[in-house]
């Protein structure tokens, strides 16, 4: 394996930085005998769709990751969740924490978005219980709080 990545480096610095193909390089023989590369290749930036945002979505933070949700929308857990969900006074990972929502409330989006430690909270009302809160949509990995059609 050691010789493999050495190979490579070799390889690598041979294509990058060039080589003395022998003989006089300095052209006083009046000969220039050495192997000329061309210029490396400078990479263009190109703006490309953010890949992270799927077609029914929007991104109400700069920061956070995409939203599905809308104030006024019927939400719930998501199916497989392994947690309950915590409910918050105010939005953001420190707000104090005042109750759960489980798997199978229906939930009323009732304010938000609100945009605080990277993540999308929404005040959720669950219809079963009446019990409110604010809580995060989800994370960069995917949402625990899903739209319901």
Same mark, same amino acid.
């Given at each position: ?54 077609? /029914? ?6 920061? @956070? $990751? &995409?939203?599905?949700? %809308? =104030? ?31 798997? /199978? ?6 304010? @938000? $978005? &609100?945009?605080?430690? %990277? =993540? ?30």
């Amino acid at each position: 394996m050691k010789i493999k990545i050495a190979f490579v480096c070799a390889l690598s610095a041979f294509i990058l930085i060039g080589c003395s193909a022998g003989g006089n390089s300095d052209g006083a023989n009046g000969s220039n005998d050495s192997i000329r590369l061309p210029p490396a290749w400078t990479p263009t930036a190109v703006a490309l769709p953010d890949a992270g945002v799927e077609q /029914g979505t929007w991104r109400p933070c700069d920061d @956070g $990751p &995409a939203s599905q949700l %809308q =104030l006024g929308d019927r939400a719930k857990i998501e199916d497989n969740a392994a947690f309950a969900v915590r409910l918050r006074r105010e939005p953001g990972l420190n707000g104090t924490i005042s109750g759960t929502i489980v798997v /199978g409330d229906i939930l009323e989006v009732t304010n @938000g $978005p &609100a945009c605080l430690d %990277q =993540l999308v909270w929404w005040e959720l009302t669950s219809l079963g219980t009446g019990s409110s809160g604010w809580t995060a949509e989800g994370n960069s990995y995917g949402a625990w709080i899903l739209r319901i059609e």
